[in-house]
């Protein structure tokens, strides 16, 4: 059973900073690109930052310039620091990963349970 567990979120200031973390547990033998999406209450989910296995990342353009996703491969874990938060950051905050587990011929698409991020004063 593979699972992504996240954690890091909470409640910060205008122009403060988080960062969150995922990591990876399981029967697992690859992981490719690794993401992190966000869904703010009555939107839909969208894609915040991306990063694949070599390391190659993207940003959604409301971010760029203020969070950084990166990946530890040896920790199965992905970062996304977020600084100069503001409150249209505000939103729950999922881990996608694309997994391949022991056994299996192909990669599979997990999700984390989402961890909440408030910015507010």
């Known amino acids: 059973q593979v699972q992504l567990v996240e954690s890091g979120g909470g409640l910060v200031q205008p122009g403060g900073s988080l960062r969150l973390s995922c990591t990876a547990s399981?029967?697992?033998?690859?992981?490719?690109?690794m993401g992190w999406y966000r869904q703010a209450s009555g939107k839909q989910r969208e894609l915040v930052a991306g990063?694949?296995?070599?390391?190659?990342?993207n940003y959604a353009d409301s971010v760029k310039g203020r969070f950084t996703i990166s990946r530890d491969n040896a920790k199965k874990t992905v970062y996304l620091q977020m600084n100069s938060l503001k409150p249209e950051d505000t939103a729950v905050y999922y881990c996608?990963?694309?997994?391949?587990?022991?056994?299996?011929?192909?990669?599979?698409?997990?999700w984390g349970q989402g961890t909440q991020v408030t910015v507010s004063s």
């Open positions: 399981g029967t697992i033998f690859s992981i490719n690109a």
């Open positions: 996608n990963a694309d997994i391949r587990a022991y056994g299996s011929r192909y990669d599979l698409n997990y």
């Open positions: 990063i694949s296995s070599g390391g190659s990342t």
